[in-house]
């Protein structure tokens, strides 16, 4: 393999050679005045600046692409650097579940957001546990999911619960169970939402039902910034 890439090399010399050759023995049979009026042969083909006709344009051409593409590759990585100070700047998530501090939350005579009492991640600072509402630190793409874990005493009683994520008033998912059947019952929903930063996102449980039973980890509520809106 070496030997052969050897031949090739010693080839492709010998080609090269003869080509220069051939170009320089045209240039110097050459008749006439040439366009520029400055060739220099010998300089030429020993290749330094300045000795050809179009060789100071073509360098200050070269240059002036060069300044260009530093300038933009400075613009580049200033963008690179904003969108990581704005990404890495925003970071949010947050992990909320109920404690057994009660065996049944509800009824309730009106919906009421579900004041998740144990915080495992609360990054961005986003979630209130007393109001159990998450309020956007920043405007963007977020991801939502909740968890509903119910059950009853005994056999014969009735499962009647729904429960729903509100985004800023309006109900964008929910879940519901209402039988005389199960004796336990569990349901989740992942959601994307955009929302302005100050939006406001939480699970309510509705007027009238009631989730009992509880037990610890099971009824959770999770967000997490996806992106933010650059502008």
Known sequence: MAGTLFVLGFLWGVRAKTAISTLQAAA????????????DCECAFKHQRGCCCGAPELQEVEDQIS?????LWNSMSQLDDSILEVIGGTGVAFTVSLSQRAN???PFTRNSPIAYDIISLNRGSGYNPTLGIFTAPCSGLYS????????LEKAGDRMYYKVQLVRNGEVMA???EDNR?????????TILLPLQ?????YIELLSGRQL?????????FSGSLIYPHLA
């Open 174 to 176: 929910s879940t519901w």
């Open 197 to 201: 930063q100050g939006g406001q996102v």
């Open 212 to 220: 009992c039973g509880n037990a610890e980890g099971l009824n959770t």
């Open 144 to 151: 939502f999911s909740f968890s509903v874990y119910s059950k």
């Open 28 to 39: 110097v049979a050459w008749e006439g005045e040439l366009p520029c009026r400055k060739w």
């Open 104 to 106: 049944c939350i509800g």
């Open 181 to 189: 059947e199960d004796l336990e019952d569990s349901s989740s929903q």
């Open 67 to 71: 300044v260009r593409m530093i300038d």
